[in-house]
């Protein structure tokens, strides 16, 4: 990853780079790399935030279109 410091402007060139790591998730990703985590572990973790997605979708839809 690049960032170009313009005009000798390192804070923005930091906000511009910090913008771009959340962007890609790099900061979730060294969370969740900190500590082991089993396999089991892994899947329930993805399996609850997939029927938490799916929940908010599905209440978005029940306000959008009506059923």
């Known amino acids: ?3 170009e410091v313009r005009n000798n402007n ?3 060139a930091m906000r511009i780079l910090k913008k771009k ?3 890609e998730n790099v ?3 060294l969370r969740n790399k900190e500590f082991f985590e089993s396999k089991g572990t892994k899947r329930r973790r993805e399996k609850n935030a997939a029927i938490r997605r799916h ?3 599905a209440a978005k839809m029940l306000v959008e279109r009506g059923f």
């Open 55 to 57: 929940k908010r979708e």
């Open 27 to 29: 900061f979730n990703e």
């Open 10 to 12: 390192v804070d923005k």
């Open 1 to 3: 990853m690049r960032v």
């Open 21 to 23: 790591l959340l962007q």
